[in-house]
């Protein structure tokens, strides 16, 4: 369950959602530097935050504190009201006129938190979340995805092939949903090339009016 009002999305407000591995922190830094090379106002942010909710968050997913399913996605969800809400936050910001550009928002809370304790829960906490204006959604096959996080020096909870599998389909459901809903999805082909993939994002965000060459 999601925002129903499919009148009302956070203008100037783009999110990137997919598995671990798929590139949206990668491809985050690649479109900063396009919205600047363009003397666009915009700012990059991400989910879990850098605030003390997403530190804590980050020691869950990391092993270092142990937490019930259920309590993780009490703070994802505490976490992301802060980053809406809160002085400062994305709805300030957009407000401003600023784009603000999220890597993660609701949709990773209903695949990943819906994968470990049930949808029930993690809709509750995220039905009142308002819709971006934009979400691309970087589609990857869990098998690409785990080959590219295992390079990475420590992994956490969510990044082992049978829970990326999991989450993979999970995705598949909520991005029905949210597309039922009226939230405007565009899929990212994620499989290929660095290049090619910011040049879909180019393209998609050209879509919705943001000027860039
Ligand atoms: P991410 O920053 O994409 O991973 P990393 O920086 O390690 O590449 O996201 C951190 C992890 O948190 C990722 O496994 C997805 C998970 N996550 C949730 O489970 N629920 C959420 O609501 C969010 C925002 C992230």
């Not at 980053?83 to 300030?92: D, R, S």
């Amino acid at each position: 369950m999601l925002s129903n009002d499919t009148d009302l999305f956070i203008k100037n407000f783009i999110v990137l959602e997919g598995l671990d591995g798929s590139g949206t922190t990668t491809q985050a830094s690649r479109i900063a530097g396009l919205f600047g090379q363009a003397g666009l106002v915009y700012e990059i942010t991400a989910e879990p935050t850098k605030r003390p909710e997403g530190v804590l968050i980050r020691k869950i997913l990391g092993g270092e504190i142990e937490s019930e399913p259920e309590t993780l996605a009490y703070l994802f969800a505490a976490d992301r009201h802060q980053h809406l809400y809160g002085h400062g936050g994305i709805l300030e910001q957009c407000a401003k006129g600023k784009i603000v550009l999220c890597d993660r928002y609701a949709l990773s809370s209903l695949a990943y938190q819906g994968m470990a304790c049930g949808n029930d829960l993690p809709a509750i906490l995220n039905a009142g979340f308002p819709a971006p204006q934009l979400t691309l959604f970087f589609r990857i096959r869990p098998e690409t995805a785990m080959r590219r996080v295992s390079s990475r020096s420590q992994l956490e909870i969510f990044e082992k092939l049978a829970a990326q599998q999991k989450i993979a389909l999970k995705y598949d459901e909520v991005l029905e949903a949210a597309r039922a809903k009226g939230w405007k999805i565009v899929e990212i082909d994620a499989e290929r090339d660095i290049q090619s993939v910011t040049d879909q994002i180019v393209a998609a965000l050209r879509g919705i009016g943001i000027p860039l060459s």
